[in-house]
């Protein structure tokens, strides 16, 4: 089946210092997705990505639709400890292993 | 507006019991899906409902796994008899009519089979 690589499995950075991460695919997908998960709840959509090439930024973060259409990443700027947490990137009903980012303050 | 709900929180039961997992999705989100998490892995695709009708169960394991959404509201995921590979949290989700990418996801309930 269809297959999400994403990396780094996970980032242990310090408060203020920025953190990309990023999703790819041996196939050519439409939509790519960007959740985050905090302790004890379920994902909760960040970005949703449409259009190959499109960059999209919400806050701090940004992700962008890679032009092959096989790819997209994430960026946070100036992390902050609330942005503990699991990213996933996502394409539909198929997830990522997910990024697991720890902020020290 | 409510999120989706998920009873039980969580779930320990022994190799060979049956558990019973329910979704409440939001109110007018015809569709529901339900995703499995091993822990360290990804989320996995098991089922998604429009409304009372399976519109895809591909990712459902096998035939242990049953769900249910009567009515076209809450959804049942009922494991029956358990494995200790079914171990895991279980997610529901919900969107709009028509709006299949951009989910809302329950809390999970997490499943540990002993």
């Known amino acids: 089946g269809q297959q999400l690589n994403q990396s780094p499995q996970s980032m242990f950075i310090q408060e203020g210092e920025d953190v990309s991460m990023n999703c790819t695919s041996s196939?050519?997908?439409?939509?790519w997705l960007w959740y985050k998960q905090d302790p004890g709840e379920g994902p909760v959509l960040l970005i949703a990505?449409?259009?190959?090439?499109e960059l999209t930024s919400n806050g701090r973060l940004t992700a962008q639709f890679g032009i092959t259409r096989k790819d997209s990443f994430l960026n946070i700027s100036a992390s902050i400890p609330s942005d503990v947490g699991i990213y996933f990137c996502?394409?539909?009903?198929?997830f990522g292993e997910g990024t697991q980012l720890t902020v020290n303050p | 507006e409510a999120g989706v709900t998920q009873f039980p929180s969580h779930s320990v039961i022994e190799k060979g019991q049956t558990v019973t997992l329910r979704c409440d999705p939001i109110?007018?989100?015809?569709?529901l899906y339900w995703y499995r998490r091993v822990m360290g892995k990804e989320i996995k695709f098991l089922l998604h409902?429009?409304?009372?009708?399976?519109?895809?169960e591909s990712g459902m394991p096998n035939n242990r796994f049953l769900a249910e959404r009567t009515g076209g509201t809450y959804s049942t995921l009922k494991v029956q008899p358990a494995e200790l590979e079914d171990s895991g949290v279980y997610f529901c989700?919900?969107?709009?009519?028509?709006?299949?990418?951009?989910?809302?996801f329950g809390p999970g309930t997490r499943l540990t089979v002993t």
């Open positions: 109110s007018g989100h015809d569709n």
């Open positions: 196939s050519i997908f439409n939509t």
């Open positions: 996502a394409t539909r009903l198929t």
């Open positions: 990505l449409y259009k190959a090439g």
């Open positions: 989700a919900s969107s709009h009519p028509g709006q299949i990418y951009e989910q809302y």
């Open positions: 409902f429009v409304k009372e009708s399976k519109q895809d």
